[in-house]
């Protein structure tokens, strides 16, 4: 098959996949857009938004859709790395077994990441950067693909553990989800106080799925887009030559060589379900909010002030 006739056809698999998923979710168009993006590009997602606005349910109704094994974790201040990654027992026989965890899955829900100690947190960098993991000196690959789909509450910060840069670095796209509008909470209150209860029908296999992660590497992209992504991540670094006046008064950090690959594959991704073959600058300003908003680490002054990360990357953009 042609690569011209796979965009064609990602373009009405991707809209059927939407409307699927608009069964269960109501509203929140841009959360289900950068997930579905994070997983066509083969990253991580970090979703952050106050309880009850169906984070859980997003991740669980985006995995049915796409007809992917699911596990979801419960990270709790006394969950060890064993509980994520597995660990080895003696059989009958007195030999190791080894018994994989539920990081062996296809889609990994993180629930409220930032509530476990960075020990285990960092059981998960391996997973996902490597797609593998490292239990007792022998080497597992993991099932492809694989997406780690973290969640995190902004506001009870109590008890909880930051996430380190590194690991924060690791997600492709930092997703907050905000309240839903009057019309569709009506909705939503309407739909989940009766007996409704949508089938999902899933619409992809794991191996479409890795297909469509290599056409979208495939996507050639023009020099300027490249040196305009390159740019932008640069004039978010305060003691670059580039950085504008606002960034070297509000951030003590700017975004690392990811955020500009990471721009790219998510300007590609958003170019093809929207039916082009190579995208231009519009599609990386499309994507650049929730790429860039948690890698730059903003200062005092911007938090006395009030100013925003996403309000630094719009004047950016």
């Known amino acids: 098959m042609s690569d011209v006739k796979a965009v064609k056809d990602l373009v009405k698999k991707y809209n059927a996949l939407k409307a699927e998923i608009g069964k269960v979710i109501i509203g929140q168009q841009e959360a289900v857009n950068f997930t579905l993006l994070s997983i066509l590009c083969g990253g991580h997602s970090l979703l952050v938004g106050v309880p009850g606005l169906a984070k859980t349910l997003l991740v669980n109704t985006v995995s049915d859709a796409l007809g992917l094994n699911f596990k979801r974790i419960q990270f709790t201040p006394d969950l060890m790395p064993s509980d994520i990654l597995g660990s080895e027992i003696l059989d009958e026989n007195r030999h190791f077994k080894f018994i994989k965890g539920p990081v062996f899955s296809n ?19 391996e997973a996902m950067q490597e797609r593998s993991v490292t239990v007792s000196g022998n080497h597992y690959k993991l099932d492809l693909p694989f997406f780690v789909l973290a969640t995190q509450n902004p506001i009870e910060q109590e008890g909880t553990y930051p996430l380190p840069e590194a690991q924060l670095d690791r997600f492709m796209f930092s997703i907050f989800l905000e309240y839903p509008s009057f019309e569709e909470e009506v909705a939503v209150v309407k739909s989940t106080t009766s007996l409704n209860n949508p089938t999902i029908t899933p619409l992809f296999s794991s191996e479409e799925i890795v297909e469509v992660q290599k056409l979208i590497r495939k996507i050639p992209v023009a020099d300027n887009v490249i040196e305009y992504a390159v740019s932008l991540v640069g004039k978010t670094r305060p003691k670059s030559k580039e950085a504008a006046e606002l960034v070297k008064s509000y951030l003590d950090w700017g975004a690392g060589p990811r955020a500009s690959q990471n721009l790219i594959l998510a300007a590609k991704a958003h170019a093809a379900v ?32 009030g100013i925003t990360i996403s309000d630094i990357v719009k004047s950016l953009l």
Not at 111 to 124: H, M
Not at 274 to 299: Q, W
């Open 274 to 305: 929207n039916g082009k073959f190579s995208p231009d600058i519009e599609d990386v300003k499309a994507v650049a909010i929730p790429i860039l908003s948690h890698r730059i680490v903003k200062n005092y002054k911007a938090e006395a002030e």
């Open 107 to 125: 889609i990994i829900l993180a629930d409220e990441i930032n509530r476990t100690p960075p020990k285990t947190q960092a059981a998960l960098l």
